[in-house]
């Protein structure tokens, strides 16, 4: 029925054409023409509430200053960055907290372009999804169709770009329920995008285009500056879409974006771990033991506890809310930082050293978790030596910190900063598992004969939910690791938060301290642009196969839980298209997924190679997720099903070893995981 109705109301669209109309019903070449420079054909007196403050806000969408959102209405140019723009956000623009406060858009301001996974929003007033014949997150093929009501271009290649739609169901009014355009797969760095919608259909038949936005598709002069001025920039979107076949007679509202280029998202953590290690030269870093405790479990010989010293890049003893040091520029090492480690050592690595790997521990947790049971099993079981640190920016410690953020997004810069200061963490406690100076000398780590209970040969990396998300991250920037599983993991924050039962806790602050509803779900958006510098998100196209300078290329094992209430699966696989990473065959039961082509866009795995990357999805009878932004809810959490499945921990052995690589451990079925309690 949807087909059919979408074919209706655009044979009434062709049909008003031919009658010399528009396609929302005006005529634009009933007025007299003004001028030819960009065709232009007539006149348009636009509402107030549309001009005033077009200087510094959209005016195409209406319902918001910063809607449609993202677009380079909100750039510069400049010559001095990579994507050419930079963006320029106006302080009386930006989103309002319970005390009147907008959000500080200084340090947004120095991006030069948009998340490479920033969700696309506008409000579109009355808009039916089904009747329009808009991609849900279940039909992601069908939004490159020829005749699909919206269109991504990537205008730097020509080439279409997959997509889902979704209107925001975490909002109680219409007048608040933005539609979102989430994309299947990262834009591409540097690159700018091209966002068009056609032939959209309420319930009382095609939506009729906004004003502002018929003033540059039908040539209309409006009389206002700061939009006359954008009039050149329309016209390049129009020649770019109809490059591809859409006419722009058929255009609801079109416009583009510039994405952040690698540099502007990475530069500043590459040159903490580049400036940081060359300080290090072929030293060990330093550290200390504080303890060491004796068969503190059945399978744990030894839990040794210390900290390791790592130059510090931010203010103040680099606690909870501070920010880099020299923000005009790079980063300048400032002290030292000790950062703290455990480390669990099984009894088998008494008798024959264990391999190292470090551990990523879930969401505002701390090292400690390193201890938990699924650990030490997997440490016993295969003979693997565990050490985590906090996850500084993201750990216990930063939680009064997370709270404050959601009460003042200016401060978000504290955690992207921080997290990047804990990857530097990670690499150095790393470099100190291997380094034949570090922990291998010292007796903490070395038997009755005086010989290392570890094997420093290689770096591996595990990791669990949010050790999961941000592990992705640190694997990308390792200089040290080229193997790692990626526990229940997925990137995108702006995507996560409100598809996690997590959210529910943080909501509870955010929602009354942004009073404002339709402004949620742009600062949400507003908050992955710097988010990717902590998070996998910013870093996921290098994080296989197209690696930074000095880094190696790295391969990840995904293990996905099935209908996961924490971390969402569909952006797991989101991640899985864009680092190429390829589905374990059978995903899962045909009955599971209500996708018209289950895992569209990520190629089974045949024969495993040694530089594939793999997704396994982990079934332990969880229901189906809800296909638009609300977290799971029925039924019993699954997150924790992978971890604790023997023959998963299996798979995951074979992956973190030297030489080793992808092991089928589920036969020809779909793999089951054991339900925890």
């Known amino acids: 029925m949807r087909n059919r109705r979408f074919e209706f109301w655009s044979a009434v669209t062709a049909i008003a054409l031919v009658a010399g109309c528009s396609s929302d019903g005006t005529n634009p070449t009933s007025e007299e023409s003004t001028d ?38 909100f750039t510069v140019d400049d010559p001095e960055t990579d994507t050419t723009k930079r963006i320029n956000f106006a302080l009386e623009s930006m989103p309002t907290n319970v005390g009147g406060t907008h959000i500080d858009p200084t340090e947004w301001n120095r991006n030069d372009g948009f998340s490479p996974g920033q969700a696309i929003s506008l409000f579109v007033p009355g808009v039916d999804l089904d009747l329009t014949g808009a991609p849900a997150v279940t039909d992601i093929e069908s939004s490159l169709g020829p005749d699909a009501p919206i269109v991504l271009l990537d205008a730097t290649t020509g080439e279409r770009w997959p997509y889902w739609t979704e209107l925001d169901a975490s909002v109680e009014s219409e007048d608040d329920r933005v539609l979102y355009i989430r994309p299947a797969t990262n834009y591409l760095e540097g690159h700018r995008m091209v966002v068009a919608l056609r032939s959209l259909v309420g319930a009382d038949g095609p939506i009729t285009a906004p004003d502002a936005f018929r003033a540059y598709r039908d040539g209309l002069d409006t009389g206002v500056p700061a939009i006359e001025a954008r009039r050149a920039r329309y016209e390049q979107v129009f020649a770019d879409l109809a490059g591809i076949g859409v006419a722009r007679s058929d255009l609801y509202i079109a416009w583009d974006f510039t994405v952040a280029s690698e540099r502007n998202l990475a530069e500043r953590v590459l040159h903490i771990r580049d400036d940081a290690l060359a300080s290090l030269g072929e030293a060990s870093p330093a550290f200390t033991v504080d303890q060491v405790e004796v068969d503190p479990d059945v399978e744990i010989a030894r839990r040794i506890t210390g900290t390791v010293e790592v130059p510090k890049y931010l203010t103040g003893d680099g606690q909870p809310g501070t920010r880099f040091t020299n923000l005009g520029g790079m980063p300048q090492a400032d002290g030292v930082y000790l950062a703290n480690f455990i480390c669990v050592i099984p009894h088998g690595a008494l008798t024959s050293p264990a391999r190292v790997s470090l551990y990523g521990h879930g969401l505002l947790g701390d090292a400690g978790e390193v201890n938990a049971g699924n650990v030490r099993a997997f440490a016993s079981e295969h003979n693997i030596a565990f050490c985590a640190t906090d996850w500084i920016g993201m750990s216990e410690a930063d939680i009064g910190n997370a709270a404050a953020i959601l009460q003042d997004v200016s401060k978000l810069p504290t955690l992207a900063d921080r997290s990047q200061q804990g990857f530097l963490n990670a690499i150095f406690l790393g470099r100190a598992m291997t380094h034949a100076d570090g922990f291998m000398s010292h007796e903490a780590f070395r038997n009755d004969a005086d010989e290392s209970v570890i094997d420093g040969s290689e770096l591996f990396y595990d990791g669990n939910s949010q050790g999961g998300i941000m592990g992705g991250a640190l694997v990308a920037l390792s200089p040290d690791i080229e193997r790692g599983v990626l526990g229940v993991p997925a990137m995108n924050y702006s995507t996560l938060l409100q598809r996690s039962v997590d959210w529910d806790t943080y909501r509870a602050i955010f929602d009354p301290s942004y009073p404002k509803v339709i402004e949620r779900g742009l600062t949400i958006s507003l908050i992955q642009m710097l988010w990717d510098r902590g998070e996998a998100n910013g870093f996921a196209h290098h994080m296989t196969t197209d690696p930074y300078a000095n880094t190696p290329a790295h391969q990840v094992l995904m293990h996905v839980a099935f209908g996961d209430h924490q971390v969402s699966m569909y952006a797991a696989d989101v991640e899985a298209r864009t680092i190429g990473a390829k589905l374990r065959c059978p995903g899962v039961a045909d009955e599971r997924l209500g996708d018209i082509t289950p895992q569209w866009g990520i190629e089974c795995l045949k024969e495993p190679a040694p530089m594939d990357s793999v997704l396994v999805i982990w079934d332990s009878g969880a229901s189906s997720p809800p296909t638009v932004n609300l977290a799971p809810t029925e039924g019993r959490d699954p997150h924790e099903d992978p971890r604790a499945t023997a023959i998963a921990r299996d798979q995951k052995s074979a992956w973190l070893s030297t030489g080793g690589g992808f092991v089928e451990v589920c036969g020809a079925a779909p793999c089951v995981a054991d339900q925890t309690d």
């Open 36 to 73: 030819t420079t960009f065709g232009i054909r007539g006149s348009i007196t636009l509402a107030t509430d549309v001009t005033d403050n077009a200087d510094r806000c959209d005016p195409l969408d209406g319902r918001h200053c910063m809607l449609p959102f993202p677009s380079d209405t």
